[in-house]
């Protein structure tokens, strides 16, 4: 099987609004969590999303409490600009907030980066004429991808 990556690698990002841990404090591990009041995100299969961390090879996964499930991202963003609790949301969608310090970043060092998203395809066959394209294309993407972070 051949790779070709589609974009950068990503992280979640756990955040809060500056006044929220001004009032609540913040946690120090994950397992802190269980005392907070968090947003909560529902899968499309019903589920409720539980929130992933890594650190020094363990892995630890908590499902959240609060006094709200949503689910699209962009609604658990402004509950959680409005300070209804702690939210876990891939890096790129909260940046701006995190910049801009509307948003407040929590455990850092618990959430590495995400393995990259990668087409693969097989490397002993001969592709079709519209797959090779679509690798150009990837293989293109990801280039100026790379070079746009590094400007």
Known sequence: ???????????????????YFKQHGKPRVPTDLARYP??????P?????????????ETVQIEVTGPITLDEASLARV?????????????????????ARRLVRVLDDWTPPIADLCLYYPGRRNPSAALK?????????????KGHEAG
């Open 1 to 19: 099987m051949i790779a070709v990556p589609l974009g950068r690698p990503q992280r979640h990002a756990v955040v809060a609004s500056p006044a």
């Open 38 to 43: 968090c947003v909560r995100t529902r899968l």
């Open 45 to 57: 299969n019903g589920a409720v999303f539980r929130w992933h961390f890594e650190k020094r090879g």
């Open 79 to 99: 509950a959680v600009l409005e300070g209804l609790g702690i939210g876990y949301f891939l890096e790129q969608d909260v940046r701006d907030d995190i910049e």
């Open 133 to 145: 394209a679509f690798i150009a294309l990837a293989r293109e993407l990801g280039r100026k991808k």
